[in-house]
């Protein structure tokens, strides 16, 4: 199975600044016939379920807005929300779908300081 | 508008079994590929399986295989999880979505403890 570690678990930023949050895959993810690679970014607030944000490692859902930015290929990802706002706060989970079970990292808790 | 409501959910005994069911509408339900994905309480996300349109191909997470199965009923626009020989930590609430990849739909879930 593919094993998605994401760092760091938690994140405190300041209103406007950037996030950053990785995840790291044991195996590539990037699908060489057609060049995508099949990992994706969501976002979960208290209560609610999960919110897709970024597909493909790197398109951005619509209507996300464009604070939000996924990047990397194979087995690096980020994503960066690049100015903090206070609706942002929530967890975030990187979820590949290369190769089944289509395994989730651990998450990575973003707060406001 | 695409919706998905989960039912069955509730307490049950280590060992025993419950059915979970998934109401889809607002979308061609027989086109889609279903899965199933649960959160054990304070917990991150955990893959539980998939099954394609037509119901013939299903995959499992490693952790349910054997135990669970998943199936659908086309005609009834309804996504099933049959869940036996649950555990503890089977506990969590378990979400309906739509689709293999990218997941865009989710049903707000329903809650299965697992406890004596």
């Known amino acids: 199975d593919i094993v998605l570690t994401q760092v760091p678990d938690s994140l405190v930023v300041s209103l406007g600044e950037r996030a950053t949050i990785n995840c790291r895959s044991s195996q590539s993810v990037l699908f060489s016939s057609d060049n995508y690679n099949y990992l994706a970014w969501y976002q979960q607030k208290p209560g609610q379920p999960p919110k897709l944000l970024i597909s493909w490692a790197s398109t951005r859902v619509s209507g996300v807005p464009d604070r939000f930015s996924g990047s990397g290929s194979g087995t690096d990802f980020t994503l960066t929300i690049s100015s903090l706002q206070a609706e942002d706060v929530a967890v975030y989970y990187c979820q590949q779908h290369y190769s089944p079970p289509f395994t989730f990292g651990g998450g990575t808790k973003v707060e406001v300081k | 508008e695409v919706q998905l409501v989960e039912s069955g959910g509730g307490v049950v005994q280590p060992g025993g079994s419950l059915r979970l069911s998934c109401a889809a509408s607002g979308f061609d339900f027989n086109t889609y590929w279903m899965t199933w994905v649960r959160q054990a309480p304070g917990r991150g996300l955990e893959w539980v399986g998939n099954?394609?349109?037509?119901?013939?191909?299903?995959g499992y997470a490693d952790s349910v295989k054997g135990r669970f199965t998943i199936s659908r009923d086309n005609a009834k626009k309804s996504l099933y999880l049959q869940m036996n020989s649950l555990r503890v930590d089977d506990t969590a609430t378990y979400y309906c979505v739509r689709g293999n990849s990218g997941y865009v739909y989710w049903g707000l879930g329903t809650l299965v403890t697992v406890s004596s």
């Open positions: 099954i394609r349109s037509d119901g013939y191909v299903e």
